[in-house]
């Protein structure tokens, strides 16, 4: 007797998982992108002036505290760039160059999918922190298996000052993600006011050249129909 329905592979959606977390990697810039995020940067120079809270004080209560209504309002801001702007200034962001494997539209949702990652991540990696912070008791199965691993009892300890650094980090660059984010709206909506008060979009019912909203969404378009005439005049 067989079933209705056919049976599908049962890690498939661990692939699908893979294959859309791949996409918004790419899409988003990968470690190119990361690295040279002026975001991340002021985030590991304020880790470092605050090294006082993570070496001496609790500072996985802080994220556990503020990242789930951090969280919320990275949710909002992708809802609204979601519903942002009308069906033609969405159709132009959509359009991609000939050389672009990703849209603007793709990059920028990206980019918000990203704050909420990293928001999630510190917020996991905090409460991990917490569940994690205690002494191995003697003729524990965790000391057994520290010992069959070749490892003191204090391993877990001795790493204590690295995992706070990194917690931490991620905790400052998820508070500098909600900025940009924040930043990233207001960019928007400047691109948005600028095309649509120009006139190939205003008067003519024409979109301007994708080109322009994509280099630094702030240059001016040229319009043939609306450069000024100029005569030149014959001397005899």
């Known amino acids: 007797m067989t079933s209705s329905t056919e049976r599908k592979p049962f ?6 998982t893979i294959k859309i977390v791949l996409r918004y990697w790419d899409a988003y810039g990968g ?6 995020s002026p975001y991340l940067h002021a985030s590991i120079a304020l880790t470092l002036i605050f090294h006082d809270a993570w070496l001496n004080k609790p500072w996985h209560l802080s994220p556990i505290a503020i990242l789930p209504n951090l969280l919320g309002f990275s949710l909002g801001g ?12 969405r159709q132009l962001l959509l359009e991609k160059e000939n050389n672009d494997q990703h849209s ?7 980019s918000f999918v990203h704050f909420v990652i990293i928001q999630f991540l510190a917020l996991i990696y905090a409460i991990g922190f917490q569940s994690l912070s205690y002494d191995v008791q003697k003729e524990s199965p965790t000391e057994k298996t520290l010992t069959l691993l070749g490892l003191s009892s204090d391993f877990f300890y001795s ?9 931490f980090l991620f905790f400052i660059y998820s508070l500098f993600s909600g900025v940009a984010a924040t930043l990233h709206v207001f960019r928007m909506v400047t691109i ?5 008060n120009h006139p190939a979009y205003k008067i003519q019912k024409k979109q301007p050249k994708r080109k322009w909203v994509l280099y630094q969404g702030f240059h001016r378009i040229r319009s043939k129909k609306h450069k000024p005439k100029t005569s030149s005049k014959t001397t005899n």
């Open 159 to 167: 790493l204590y000052n690295y995992t706070s650094f990194v917690g």
């Open 192 to 196: 948005f006011e600028k095309v649509a």
């Open 31 to 36: 470690w190119s992108d990361l690295i040279r």
């Open 78 to 89: 992708l809802a609204i760039w979601l519903a942002f702007g009308d069906d033609n200034f």
């Open 11 to 16: 890690f498939i959606q661990y692939r699908g």
């Open 104 to 110: 603007s539209y793709v990059q920028s949702s990206a």
